[in-house]
């Protein structure tokens, strides 16, 4: 690969043995052969990051592209609130599957407490907690009230009935407390 000048093998008192000329002419021969290979080379390799630079800035910019107009629709005002209706439904979805599992379903117990209040009675709440019912009544009828009383105290179904009477203007206010004895009606 590096071809050197070849002297011969003499003494020359008058030349020294390195020449100016010589060493030019060593440089020239190495850069023209050598040199100009690892030139190329060199050449090569940054003409190829020069390309892929190029091509990656590109799919740089799409991709930016892509994530700008994608933001642009999440910062819609609709977009986020369906998104929150979403979460939403499926947290409740969630709640209803872990509470189906584990819960007593106690809608033909609420129903049958329900049913037997009198018309004359106005429910104005109704609270259900394990096998203890509460109920605040408003009626002007005495006689409905006590009737109901009696259906309750005499049920076996019910125990350790209570009720409260208070008396604003014309109308009586009820609190009645219970106990379910079997929440299977």
Do not use: C, H
């Not at 994608?70 to 369906?82: A, G, K, Y």
């Amino acid at each position: 690969m590096f071809k050197k000048y070849v002297e011969p093998k003499s003494i020359n008192f008058l030349e020294p043995v390195n020449q100016e000329s010589d060493m030019l002419a060593g440089a020239f021969t190495w850069v023209a052969t050598a040199g100009k290979n690892l030139l190329i080379i060199v050449e090569i390799v940054v003409l190829a990051a020069f390309f892929a630079r190029f091509i990656m800035d590109g799919r740089n910019n799409d991709l930016t592209d892509k994530i700008n107009e994608q933001v642009i629709v999440l910062e819609n005002d609709t977009w986020r609130q369906s998104a929150i209706r979403y979460d939403n439904l499926q947290n409740l979805f969630f709640d209803i599957n872990n509470l189906e599992k584990g819960q007593q379903l106690n809608s033909s117990a609420i129903s049958e407490i329900l049913s037997n209040i009198p018309m004359t009675l106005n429910v104005q709440t109704f609270s259900f907690n394990g096998s203890r019912v509460s109920l605040a009544l408003t009626t002007p009828n005495f006689a409905a009230l006590k009737s109901y009383e009696d259906s309750l105290k005499n049920n076996t179904y019910y125990s350790d009935v209570r009720f409260n009477i208070n008396k604003s203007g014309d109308e009586l206010e009820v609190n009645v407390t219970f106990i379910l004895n079997d929440t299977k009606l």
